[in-house]
C-alpha cells in the first residue's frame, strides 16, 4: 500500500500517435524517478554544501559584534605595548663615567605581553575566511546579499586586508630581542636599537590602520562603537591618552638618539690623553682595563651635559637629561613622559624650545598638528557624549525658559502661570523629556503591538470593564491607547462639550459631578479612582450603527483632583475598537458596563430617588383621603353635648342657627381636602423632568451593509 501511494513519472521516446484508439505507442523505457526527490550524488553534494555554509559567519551576527568589540580592546591594548619598547635603551652612570644598555628584563615582559596581543590578531585572520561578506552588486535594495561561498570569501579577503593583517600580527620583535640582540649583544656598541624602532614602527602603521575598518563596521552595524554615553566618552579619552603615551615613548627615544649622538660626536674628536673608541659607551666594557684608564681622563660627558651648549643643544630633550629620566627607575621615567606628552600634545607644542636641529623641529611641528587635530576630534567627541547624557535635560531647561518668557510677554495671571509650570514640572518627571509616541511610531506594526501589549496590558486589566474581554480585543486596545497625564486641578472636559477620547485611570483621582445640563437644584458629584473610567458617552457613541460625524456632549464635568496617569482612546481609535466589541454577543459585558459606569449609577440612584418620592407622596396623598373620609367624626360629640348644655334654654331660632353653622364646618372641611387632593395631584404633574436615561451601548447589532 505505501509503494502505491508514491507518485512515479516514466519517460518515454518515440512516442507515436494512434488515430484509431488515441493510445500512444512505447518502445524505449526509459528510467523511473521518484516526484520530489533527487539523486543521492546530489543529495551528497547539497548536503556537504549545507555543512560549509553552517561554518559561515554573519558578518552582522551578535557574536562577531562581540568579538569586534574585544578584537578592538585587543588592538588599543597592542598599540599601548608597542610604545613600550622605545623604553629599552637606558642609561647608567658608573662612577665618573656613563653607559648604554638595553633592559632586557623590560623586554621580556614587553614581548610576552606582545605575545598575547598577536595571538588575537591571528585568529582575527582566521576567523575572517569563515565571515560572509555582502555582495557589492546587490546593494541596489536593502541590506544586500550575502556571499556564503567559502572560496569566494577566501578569494576576497587574500585580494584585500590579507597582507595588511599578516604585516600586523607578524612576531618580529619577539624574533629581535630573543634571538638577535642577545647574539650581537658582544660586539655590538650602537644601543640605540634602530632595527628594533624600524620593526616596531613598520608593524605600528598597519596595526594602527586596522582600527579604523574595525570601528567603521561596528558604527555600521549597531550606530555607535559603544553601548551608553560614558563608555563613548572614555573610549575617546583613551585614544587621547593612547596618543600621549606615543608621543611620550618617542620623545624619550629620541632623547636617548640625542644623547648618544653627543657621546658619539664628541669621542670621535677626542685623541688626547688617550683616544675614545665607541666601544668605551657600551656598558658591556665596564670591565675592561682600557676603558677604566680612559674614564679617568675623558672629557666626553663633561661636554655633553646641557649646561654646556655652546658644544651640543639638546632642544626639547634637555629636560630628560638634566632631570635623569633616561636613567631613572622604568615607571618613573614611563609616568613623566606620559605627562610630558599629555601637556604637550594639550598646548599644541606652545612651550617648546627647540634647536636648528631638522628632525626636532619636525619632531615639534608632528607634536603641534596632532594636539590640534586630536584636540578637535577625541576631545570634540567626548564632549559630544557628555553632552548627550544631559541633552534632555538642556532642551527641558531650554523650553522652560521659553516657556516663562512667552508668559511675562502675554502677562499671564499668576494662578496660569503657577499651572502652567506645574504641567512642565509634572511632564518632566514622568516622561524625561522623551517623546513616546514618536519613538513606538517609527517601528513595524508588530513590534509595536508587542511593545504596547508589554507596556499597557497588565495595566488595562486593572480597569474592570477591559477584564471580561478577551487576548484579541485587549490588545487592539493596547495598540491604539496613548499616555495622558493630568496636574491637579485641570478640567479635563466640561458638561455640554464634545466628549474627543475616553480616560481610563492609572494613577490619581479625577472629580466627576454634574448638574443634568443646568437643572436648578440638582448637583451629583463622585471621585473617580485608579481603575475607573470616564467618556462612556463616546463608547456609546462609537457602538452606534451609524454614528454621526459630530462627537457626543458630555453630560459631566471631569476635574483631576491630584495628578493623574492614564491611558486615553481617541475617538477614531474608539470606533474601531468598539467595532470589535460588537462582535461579543455578550450581555455579561453590556451589565459590566452599567455597573461600572457612573452616568449610569447616577441615573439609577436619581430613579431610585424619585420612585421612592413617588411612593412618599402616595402615601401623604393616602393620609389626606383618610383625614377627609373621617372629618365629621370628631364634630358629632360636640355638636351633642353643645344642644344637651342648651337644650332647655335655646329657642328654635338658637337651634337652627347651630345646625346651619355645624353644616359650614362640613363644607370647609370637605373643600379643604378636595383642594390637598389637587394640589397634591399638582404637584405631581408639574414635577421637573427626569434625568435622562443614558444610551444604552449596543454591543451586539451589526452596523448596516
Given amino acids: 500500500m505505501e509503494h502505491n501511494k508514491r507518485k512515479f513519472v516514466r519517460f ?10 488515441k493510445k500512444k505507442g512505447i518502445e524505449f523505457p526509459l528510467p523511473v524517478f521518484k516526484m520530489g526527490t533527487k539523486l543521492e550524488s546530489e543529495s551528497k553534494v547539497d548536503s556537504s554544501q549545507e555543512q560549509k555554509n553552517k561554518r559561515i559567519l554573519n558578518p552582522e551576527s551578535e557574536r562577531i559584534l562581540r568579538w569586534n568589540r574585544v578584537f578592538l580592546f585587543s588592538c588599543l591594548t597592542a598599540l599601548f605595548v608597542d610604545p613600550l619598547f622605545f623604553y629599552l635603551p637606558s642609561v647608567i652612570h658608573h662612577n665618573r663615567s656613563s653607559c648604554m644598555t638595553t633592559d632586557f628584563n623590560l623586554g621580556i615582559v614587553v614581548t610576552v605581553f606582545r605575545t598575547f596581543a598577536d595571538v588575537f590578531y591571528l585568529l582575527h585572520m582566521i576567523l575572517k575566511f569563515r565571515i560572509a561578506y555582502v555582495s557589492p552588486t546587490s546593494r541596489v535594495f536593502g541590506k544586500g546579499e550575502l556571499v556564503t561561498d567559502p572560496k569566494k570569501i577566501a578569494e576576497r579577503y587574500l585580494k584585500s586586508d590579507f597582507c595588511v593583517d599578516l604585516i600586523a600580527s607578524l612576531p618580529l620583535p619577539q624574533i629581535m630581542i630573543w634571538f638577535i640582540m642577545p647574539a650581537i649583544r658582544s660586539s655590538h656598541a650602537d644601543h640605540t636599537n634602530n632595527t628594533l624602532v624600524l620593526i616596531v614602527l613598520l608593524q605600528y602603521i598597519p596595526r594602527f590602520y586596522l582600527i579604523f575598518p574595525l570601528s567603521s563596521h561596528i558604527i555600521k552595524t549597531t550606530g555607535v562603537v559603544t553601548k551608553t554615553a560614558w563608555a563613548g566618552a572614555a573610549y575617546n579619552l583613551v585614544l587621547y591618552m593612547l596618543a600621549s603615551h606615543i608621543l611620550g615613548a618617542a620623545w624619550y627615544l629620541l632623547s636617548v638618539e640625542r644623547h648618544a649622538m653627543c657621546w658619539k660626536f664628541t669621542c670621535r674628536r677626542e685623541f688626547s690623553p688617550m683616544k675614545c673608541h665607541l666601544d668605551y659607551l657600551d656598558c658591556g666594557t665596564l670591565n675592561d682595563v682600557d676603558r677604566r684608564i680612559w674614564e679617568v681622563n675623558t672629557t666626553v660627558f663633561s661636554q655633553c651635559s646641557p649646561d654646556e651648549d655652546f658644544v651640543f643643544n639638546y632642544g626639547i630633550f634637555a629636560d630628560a637629561i638634566t632631570k635623569n629620566v633616561i636613567s631613572s627607575r622604568f615607571l618613573q621615567k614611563y609616568f613623566y613622559c606620559l605627562w610630558w606628552g599629555l601637556q604637550n600634545l594639550s598646548s599644541y607644542g606652545q612651550s617648546l624650545e627647540t634647536s636648528i636641529f631638522i628632525g626636532e623641529t619636525l619632531f615639534a611641528i608632528l607634536i603641534a598638528i596632532m594636539g590640534l587635530v586630536l584636540f578637535a576630534h577625541l576631545i570634540g567627541n567626548m564632549q559630544t ?71 499597557c496590558l497588565d495595566l488595562v486589566r486593572r480597569v474592570p470593564f477591559f477584564a471580561q474581554m478577551d487576548g484579541q480585543l485587549l490588545d487592539a486596545i493596547c495598540e491604539r491607547l496613548a499616555s495622558s497625564l493630568c496636574t491637579q486641578r485641570t478640567y479635563i472636559v466640561r458638561e455640554g462639550d464634545p466628549v474627543t477620547e475616553m480616560l481610563f485611570i492609572i494613577r490619581g483621582m479625577l472629580e466627576s459631578s454634574t448638574t443634568d445640563g443646568g437643572r436648578l437644584g440638582f448637583f451629583n458629584s463622585i471621585t473617580l479612582r485608579p481603575g475607573d473610567f470616564c467618556g462612556e458617552e463616546l463608547l456609546a457613541w462609537a457602538l452606534l450603527p451609524k454614528s454621526s460625524i459630530s462627537l457626543p456632549s458630555s453630560t459631566r464635568t471631569v476635574r483631576a483632583i491630584t495628578e493623574v496617569e492614564a ?86 331660632r338658637s337651634s337652627y342657627s347651630q345646625a346651619k353653622q355645624n353644616l359650614g364646618v362640613t363644607i370647609l372641611a370637605s373643600r379643604f381636602a378636595a383642594n390637598t387632593r389637587r394640589g397634591a395631584q399638582k404637584l405631581k404633574d408639574v414635577n421637573l423632568s427626569k434625568l435622562r436615561k443614558p444610551d444604552e451601548p449596543d454591543f451586539s447589532e451589526e452596523p448596516d451593509d
Fill in 385 to 455: 557624549y557628555l553632552q548627550s547624557i544631559t541633552v534632555r535635560l538642556e532642551e527641558w531647561r531650554v523650553k522652560r525658559r521659553d516657556t516663562e518668557e512667552w508668559m511675562k510677554h502675554r502677562q499671564l495671571p499668576q494662578d496660569l502661570q503657577e499651572r502652567v509650570r506645574r504641567f512642565v514640572q509634572y511632564k518632566w518627571l514622568a516622561t524625561r523629556g522623551v517623546d513616546e509616541e514618536s519613538i513606538l511610531q517609527g517601528l513595524p506594526t508588530d513590534l509595536r503591538r508587542d511593545i504596547q501589549r508589554h507596556l
Fill in 567 to 652: 491611558f486615553a482612546l481617541r475617538a477614531e481609535d474608539l470606533k474601531f475598537v468598539a467595532n470589535q466589541f460588537r462582535r461579543l454577543h455578550s450581555k455579561k459585558l453590556q451589565h459590566t458596563f452599567r455597573f461600572y459606569s457612573y452616568h449610569w449609577r447616577t441615573w439609577a440612584a436619581c430613579f431610585i430617588q424619585a420612585a421612592w418620592r413617588r411612593f412618599k407622596r402616595r402615601i401623604i396623598a393616602k393620609s389626606l383621603s383618610l383625614q377627609e373620609s373621617f372629618s365629621l367624626t370628631p364634630e358629632k360629640p360636640v355638636a351633642e353635648e353643645a344642644e344637651q348644655e342648651e337644650e332647655g334654654h335655646s329657642t328654635p
Fill in 12 to 21: 518515454y521516446s518515440n512516442l507515436e500517435k494512434n488515430d484509431g484508439n
